[in-house]
């Protein structure tokens, strides 16, 4: 006996483009979890998805440049395909509502196609180093700006990876949040991608400066890359 055909989805009549924040306690959350959360969200919100086609559909809802677990984020990114058109602001007001405190709906616009992903270039980051020393800071960035490759290992999925956290690195410049050092950092997207951490590695590589408690990392801005400032640029505009 043949097996049955899957039933095939018609396609999104509406593709909806979301920047979202991960804030707080939910920094530690895994992307895993979070796209667990927006699902769960969207059903709640009773938002009209488009479904995959197969055997076990889907809604489609489509992620990109993922922050890392640790690190809170004002530019999260994600698609939403809808069945229905819909105002974009009542969507943003229902989804918002539906997700955890933590998860916030920051901003939605109607895609103009093309693919998302290929906006992102580069991400602002903030990276706070409490107890820090501030000279011994300014002292390690300016090592590490002067030198012209920094390589650094770190495991990954396929394995320990070594590579070069310099070349990805935009713009590096110390700054302070309530009266301790901080990292002003942007970084290029690169593969394999490099991370604010590969970048305080790097430090320790060129100066041996470590920060005395564990960096908070957040993701400030995400998107195109104005090479002659290092500023990043919204990708929804």
Known sequence: MSRQQPEQQAPPVQRLRIRYAKRGRLRFTSHRDVSRAVERAVFRAEIPMAYSSGFHPHPRISYAGASPTGAASEAEYLELGLAERRDPEDVRRALDEALPDGLDVAAIVESPGGSLADLLVASSW????????????????????????????????????????????????????????????????????????????GLAEVSGFTPPTAALLTRLAQGPLDETDASVGDPLR
């Open 126 to 201: 903030l990276v706070e180093m409490r107890g820090a020393d501030p000279a011994s800071v300014g002292a390690a960035v300016a090592s590490f700006l002067a030198t012209e490759s920094v390589p650094v290992e770190r495991m990954t999925k396929k394995g320990l990876r070594t590579f070069d956290c310099r070349a990805a690195v935009a713009a590096l410049e110390v700054t302070d949040v309530g009266g301790e050092p901080a990292l002003s950092l942007v970084l290029r997207h690169t593969v394999p991608a490099v991370r604010p951490d590969d970048v305080l590695s």
